[in-house]
């Protein structure tokens, strides 16, 4: 079976190749219900249709950016003389420009129109909105209801109905409708009123409910992916309303709207540019064109959807939703659903298999009751006189088969996949884990390795300046003691211009009237010590005029910026160059530094080497490490270019992140876990080691290095360094991105990264599993991870490991219940069959017993919650087996067991129990092989363990299907007797049942303590080292 699953539903976790998807589909044989089956499978079909709808928007929209005025009348379907006109509506609301001509006026990118409207001033205008302070919050309902919600149109959330029809569309359930009002009409014939009724309405009711149970569980799943689904498109936007920049949700945005953009950042909506520095944008996503596009005062149109590559700026919302082109570009995107996981597509290839077999047994046990049949009436001379009676027990044979098929084709396998994964989602969303891709939920268990960030991740992410070296001296930062920190007043004017300058955070005035620093946390922590000094940053910035700006990125890890003086500031109306950034980069770049009375001296070669001891003493003290520097420009330097050396150090800052609570109990989890934490930081080496040990990362025998001196390494080098590399530090995102492929191609690790920036995106995309930052992460890096860690914390990407592994082991238990009841329901039917000429179960109890194991054993052992166990157990492999020698062991053996009592009750039940009536034989036979599957099941809670009752009462779905199915057992067997074909049993007989079925937990202890020859642990994990392996 292995060979064969792997040969034809063997699939890629991430991006799988078409050919793949196409191979599997057509290896899947014998679907009861496809509309089920495959609803949570990707329409490959529908897919092509919709990407070629895509890219036919995306040429029209190339056709508008590059052959503007060509295609103008091309895109622009409506009149122009009747988008100028402005609707009553809008008039009345003070508006002076419709909504049609916004959205054209952005999507047609035509200045001349723009300049007949006054420029981005004018259409602020005639928006009646102040670009500097905003919209005032009284005004939003009204711009909401004219110019609409900047949400797109999506397809209205199936109904209920629309569930109970796709459950209805089960091939066997159909034929079992048929057989049921045939044997409605024959019994009415045969038996007359009500008795005629009985057989055929009792199948009747069992299907409806197993229809209503199954419609009910899928629906519920549809509403949980909805849900996840709505928040995966959620993207906060930082907007200035009322004069205060605030962070809104980017449905919660509207026409009129001033919104801030910096590097990462998704577009939220069309729009104008205000003002910025170096903003490029990357329309690939609209236009396909992959060369950025720089956006400045003559090309100020800003489109939906796209992605700001550098820089920042400043916008004005002109049209939202579905008046945007990402609105209608994203309709397509829908279309086509997700990628099916490896998990459902071999389960998917397990059911075919089992199908296969389960055909073979209804088609023989059908054949073995009719020739019998016929055998008995050729003996009794009765061949040729037939009655209403024969055809009544030839279609129950029929019915009889056919429900062996309905029980032997496991349609739940696959999707009891989707329920532990919808299950495993809602929970890791409340525990701040999003997963945007199904696969990464599974592909998590199978992680080895992950290569984790140090800001924000392991460490808080709150940073403080606690250290500064200025003039020549090292001094410690207290608030209470500032006199101490900068000593003159010179030193403190030339260290606020640095620091209030040169930054891309912002001072805001929040609800609560306090002032508010929205920015990075390195960031933020400088202006927090800046405004020690100097409480006015607006004040200060106001002096200045920023000439250019050069934004920070992980490339050259420093920020520049170009200002002139108005007048009255520092410098009399010259030019200054700030810069700020990594320490070693920075330090490079100077020399002279500040002295005491703020004049620049040169630094000697001793100084430099001092003040390099200085920088690795705060990075031995686990301290983040920047330098500010400044440079006059001459006055008679026309140019706007940032020099690159001959700057002043003003200072060197000490930044304390600390660790985070519990990170290093994560971290020893993990290495417990079999999975090695590697931590890629573009800090120095020292802070980064520091950390490193503190947090447990570090150990005696790994290696620490620098990006640049791996990168210098040749293929055999690598080889040596690799797999005891445990730091790398002043990484670029192209060395993150290198390790993460070797580590995957050449060691064949399942690994899982960590990013925040713009330029993580290629090792986000290239990992088995990318892990964004919620908040410190940029847009960019969210969409090209797989999940996304809302708290930025490691104990919850620990966390997400733990239930990805809970969701394979959930199925492996999941699939040893349904393949024990597949084999023992199959065998009883197919030998009492051959033995007796009758089957002991009749269609209504086999199709009760379908739903005990399919729908209902999906639920109680596919959402059970993972255990603190599923951790101390190395990765799930990457090539495991679904179904291992330790399952199959306990799904022979139970079956033995079942087969065994059942066939004694068979054929020596009457006497054993002194027994009046085959009914009543037929009744505990049934009985006692319900009670045998619910303590199967509970023996299935764990495969390997003797102890199946830990953490049983945590897992209150499972207590709530045993006890609901044990209820339902009762007034099948008690109440609905004629409905059903069963007689009410006495206590004594209940009894048996009941004892049957429980030693079953004894035989399933006892299958347990047999050895059994691997090499591997039962769920495909490597064994754990042990004794001299371990040393």
Known sequence: MDDYLKKNFDVEAKRPSEENLKRWRSAVWLVKNPRRRFRMVADLAKRAEAERKRRKIQEKIRIALYVQKAALYFIDAVDRTEKLKI?????????????????????????????????????????????ENGLSPADIPARRNLFGENKFLEKPPRPLWMFVWDAMQDLTLIMLIVCSFISVAVGLATEGWPKGLYDGIGIILCILLVVAVTALSDYKQSLQFRDLDKEKRNVTVHVTRAANRQKVSIY???????????IGDQVPADGLFISGYSLYIDESSLSGESEPVQIEKGRPFLLSGTKVQEGSGRMVVTSVGMKTEWGRLMVTLSEGGDDETPLQVKLNGVATVIGKIGLVFAVLTFAVLTVRYLSVKVMDGEIASWSMLDVVNLLNFFAVAVTILVVAVPEGLPLAVTLSLAFAMKKLMNDRALIRHLSACETMGSASCICTDKTGTLTTNHMVVTKIWMGGEQRSVDAKKL??????EKEKQVLVDALFLNTAADVVRGKDGKSEILGSPTETALIEFGLLFHKDFRG??????????????????????LVQSRGGGEGGGGKRAFVKGASEIIFGMCDKSVGKDGESLPISEEQRKMISGVIDGFACEALRTLCVGFRDMEQSCDELSIPEEGYTLVALVGIKDPLRPGVKEAVETCLNAGILVRMVTGDNINTAKAIAKECGILTSDGIAIEGAELRDKSGEEMKNVLPKLQVMARSLPLDKHKLVSMLRKEYQEVVAVTGDGTNDAPALHEADIGLAM???????????????????????ILNVAKWGRSVYINIQKFVQFQLTVNIVALMTNFICACVSGSAPLTAVELLWVNMIMDTLGALALATEPPHDGLMKQPPVGRNAHIITRVMWRNIIGQSIYQLIVLGVLQFYGM?????????????????????????????????????????????WIFIMIMVSTVGFQVVMVQGLCKFAGTVPLSGKLWAVSVLVGAVGLVVGALLKCIPVPTNKHHDGYEPLPSGPDLA
């Not at 200060?540 to 910026?561: A, C, D, T």
């Not at 006692?928 to 299935?940: D, K, P």
């Open 483 to 488: 006199e101490n920190v900068v000593a003159s």
């Open 87 to 131: 609707p009553d509506d809008v008039k009345q609301a003070g508006f002076n420009i419709s909504p049609d001509e916004l959205s054209s006026l952005v999507r047609s990118h035509d200045l001349k129109r723009l300049d007949s409207h006054g420029g981005v001033d004018g259409i602020s205008k005639k928006l009646s909105v102040s670009l």
């Open 252 to 262: 919660d945005l509207v026409v009129g709207d001033v919104v801030n953009l910096s």
């Open 540 to 561: 200060l910035r106001q002096g200045w005029e920023i000439l250019k700006v050069e934004p920070f990125n992980s490339v050259k890890k420093k920020m520049s910026v």
């Open 774 to 796: 919620g908040i410190a992460g940029t847009e960019v890096a969210k969409e090209s991870a797989d999940v996304v860690i809302m708290d930025d914390n490691f104990a919850t």
């Open 911 to 955: 006497e054993m129990l002194n027994l009046d009536s085959d009914a009543t034989l037929r009744s505990l036979i049934f009985n006692t092989f319900v009670f045998c599957q619910v303590f199967n099941e509970i023996n299935s809670r764990d495969v390997e363990q003797i102890n199946i009752f830990r953490g049983i009462l945590r897992s």
